[in-house]
C-alpha cells in the first residue's frame, strides 16, 4: 500500500511563506511526476506546480516567480516553496504523484495540507 502524506500548511499573513512537504512511503518501485494542486472554497481543484526531473518543471501562470517545486529522490518526497503569498493562495493543497508499484503504474493523492494567507 502506497501513501502520500503532506505537511507545512498553515496560517500566514499576507506576503509570507510556507514550505510544504509531501513524502510518499510503501513498497514503491518508482516514481514518474509528482505535482501539487489546490482547490479553494467554491473552486475547482487546478493544478498549481508539477516536477518530472531538476530540469523539468511547470508552473500556473498564478504562481509563477513566486512558488518553486523541488524533489528529493532519495526520499521519495516532493516540496513545494511558497513565497510572497497572497490571500488567493488560501486553499487545501493536495500531493499527486505517478507511482509505479511492482507491474502497476496509478496516480496516488495525499490528504490534504490547508494554506490560509489572511491578516
Known amino acids: 500500500q502506497v501513501q502520500l502524506v503532506e505537511s507545512g500548511g498553515g496560517l500566514v499573513q499576507p506576503g509570507g511563506s510556507l514550505r510544504l512537504s509531501c513524502a510518499a512511503s510503501g513498497r514503491i518501485s518508482s516514481i514518474n511526476g509528482m505535482g501539487w494542486y489546490r482547490q479553494a472554497p467554491g473552486k475547482e481543484r487546478e493544478l498549481v506546480a508539477h516536477i518530472t526531473s531538476p530540469t523539468s518543471t511547470w508552473y500556473a501562470d498564478s504562481v509563477k516567480g513566486r512558488f518553486t517545486i523541488s524533489r528529493d529522490n532519495a526520499k521519495n518526497t516532493v516540496y513545494l516553496q511558497t513565497n510572497s503569498l497572497k490571500p488567493e493562495d488560501t486553499a487545501v493543497y493536495y500531493c499527486?504523484?505517478?507511482?509505479?508499484?511492482?507491474?502497476?503504474?496509478?496516480?496516488?493523492w495525499g490528504q490534504g495540507t490547508r494554506v490560509t494567507v489572511s491578516s
Open positions: 499527486n504523484a505517478g507511482i509505479v508499484v511492482g507491474p502497476s503504474y496509478s496516480d496516488y
